[in-house]
């Protein structure tokens, strides 16, 4: 019995050290499943050793919370608490910028199968048709009922809170309406996904699933099945491609489109609100530009203008919707901030508020702080940084004491509208 023992032991260990070897990761890792398929992609050329090194040293830990070393509790916990602090102070109007989602959702459509948009809106008119696209959404595992984990943490960039802090999050972004605006979106989306790709594998569009990393005959396959969704049900590569499709359509921030120092948990704060910025640029503008460049390539003489077309298209889609959002938001907060319709200024606000400044946002952070006496570097460092040094260069007026409220956007309306009655 003892030799037999001894026999299975040196066995496993011999297992272990393979699997170590091959894998550069132990057998005990939780995540030693997903980090053997990832090198096993990177070894039979579906993933290149770039993407391999990102996703294993970058990507997985900043999900885990366990990228860059470890800082002290107190401080853990200061960030946490100021994060929410902030994120209660500035968004309680946070909904009307999610307007512009809608536009991202008929946008990812390509051009001549847009007009699918429309029988999803006859759906919404009806009950059973809003329960077909609620199960859609659920069962390919986009809609959530718990939305900290995938929206508050991940876009606030609270890589890890304590249960208090995280129920208070929840609770906010349940009542002030964004977490409704994003699962709706999504289940749009969703549903858009699955009506496109089966008009696409019913038209022989092997260049748009090339896009998402799906070959023409595993979609023909998943369409013969009778479209499954969901994962483990063999079309496990179509379902991945529709969860990218309502990411690319649906800003979803997480660790993938945040870079490096934005995911590791010492510097949290400074990357608190900041994500959008970077999914969106990396999602979206990136695809636009790519298409834009692959049509001046491909075009001839005049017909190179038509790499213009897919930014103009994005502004299309996008603006109208900003500027429905902005017109709300000012009505109910502070109509004296609106600048004159038609001005540059209106435009150029609008061009903002629909994300498409990408990352030259941050430039124009700092520009605008300088122009009102604050650091243009304290600017770039989210919310909380710059309120503080707000606070610190101004002192404690009435005016800057009000802007730390929380809700501070609500609240000033209210206290408007109770001085005109």
């Known amino acids: 019995m003892g030799v037999a023992w001894e026999r299975a032991r040196n066995y496993r260990h011999e297992q272990e050290t393979e699997f170590m070897e091959r894998y550069g990761t132990d057998l005990a890792d939780p995540m030693a499943g997903l980090k053997k398929k990832l090198k096993d992609d990177e070894m039979a050329g579906r993933l290149s050793s770039r993407d391999y090194e990102r996703v294993t040293n970058e990507i997985i830990p900043g999900y885990l919370g366990t990228l860059g070393q470890d800082t002290h509790p107190m401080w853990r916990k200061a960030q946490q608490y100021l994060m929410v602090y902030q994120s209660l102070r500035v968004l309680s109007t946070g909904i009307f910028a999610q307007f512009v989602d809608a536009g991202l959702v ?15 809106m006859r759906e919404l008119m009806n009950k059973e048709g809003r329960t077909e696209m609620m199960r859609v959404a659920k069962e390919l595992g986009v809609w959530q009922r718990d939305m900290l984990q995938h929206v508050v943490t991940d876009t606030m960039g609270a890589l ?5 802090t995280a129920r208070v999050q929840e609770l906010f ?45 595993e979609a023909q396959a998943w369409l013969n099945d009778g479209m499954p969704l969901g994962f483990g049900k063999g079309h496990d590569n179509v379902n991945g491609a529709l969860h990218q499709f309502v990411d690319e359509s649906v800003m979803f921030p997480d660790p993938a489109t945040r870079p490096r120092l934005g995911n590791d948990k010492r510097f949290q704060l400074f990357f608190h609100l900041k994500s959008f910025m970077w999914a969106f640029t990396n999602n979206v503008l ?16 005049m017909a190179k203008a038509a790499a213009v077309l897919p930014a103009a298209s994005l ?33 150029f606000e609008a061009f903002q508020r629909a994300g498409l400044t990408g990352y030259a946002q941050l430039g124009i952070d700092a520009n605008l702080a300088e122009e009102h006496g604050r650091s243009a570097l304290f600017a770039v460092g989210g919310p ?14 009435a005016n800057s004491l009000e802007r730390s409220l929380p809700a501070y956007p609500i609240l000033g309306a209210l206290r408007d509208l109770a001085r005109a009655e």
Do not use: C
């Not at 636009?288 to 491909?298: E, P």
């Open 106 to 120: 008929a946008h990812r459509a390509e051009s001549g199968y847009r007009k699918q948009v429309l029988p999803l």
């Open 160 to 164: 890890s809170m304590d249960s208090r």
């Open 173 to 217: 972004f349940r009542y002030n309406g964004m977490h409704f605006a994003t699962n709706f979106a999504r289940m749009m989306s969703a549903n858009l996904g699955r009506r496109l790709f089966k008009m696409y594998a019913e038209d022989g569009r092997a260049d748009l699933f090339a896009e998402l990393n799906v070959s023409l005959e």
């Open 286 to 301: 990136m695809r636009v530009y790519n298409q834009g460049l692959s049509r001046f390539r491909s075009g001839q003489g």
């Open 315 to 347: 502004a299309a889609f996008t603006m109208p919707l900003a500027m429905l959002g902005m017109e709300m938001r000012w009505m109910i907060t502070d109509p004296n901030r609106r600048p004159a319709t038609g001005s540059m200024a209106y435009y």
């Open 384 to 397: 909380a940084v710059s309120h503080f040094e707000e606070l610190g260069t101004s002192g404690p007026t």
